[in-house]
């Protein structure tokens, strides 16, 4: 896997991933406090965190089995 390849599915994971936990914290918010609010900081932290994690575990494991 080049660099492109592992920018590629960060970009896409990264996307996913602070959309899917920008709604979870919402909807959190909206149960929990009765306050639809969104928290950035937490989401944009879980997305780069997921978006660097899960490629990376994907270029280790095609590493490993060739």
């Known amino acids: 896997m080049n660099i492109r390849d592992f920018l590629i599915r960060f970009a896409i994971t ?3 991933t ?3 936990s920008a709604i979870v ?5 909206l149960v929990r ?3 639809g609010a969104f928290n950035w900081y937490m ?3 879980l997305a ?3 978006g660097i994690i899960l490629p ?3 270029v280790l494991r095609s590493r490993s089995q060739q």
């Open 14 to 16: 990264f996307a996913v």
């Open 18 to 20: 602070f959309v899917v």
């Open 25 to 29: 914290v919402y909807l959190w918010n």
């Open 33 to 35: 406090y009765g306050d």
């Open 43 to 45: 989401t944009f932290v």
């Open 48 to 50: 780069i965190t997921v």
């Open 56 to 58: 990376l575990v994907e």
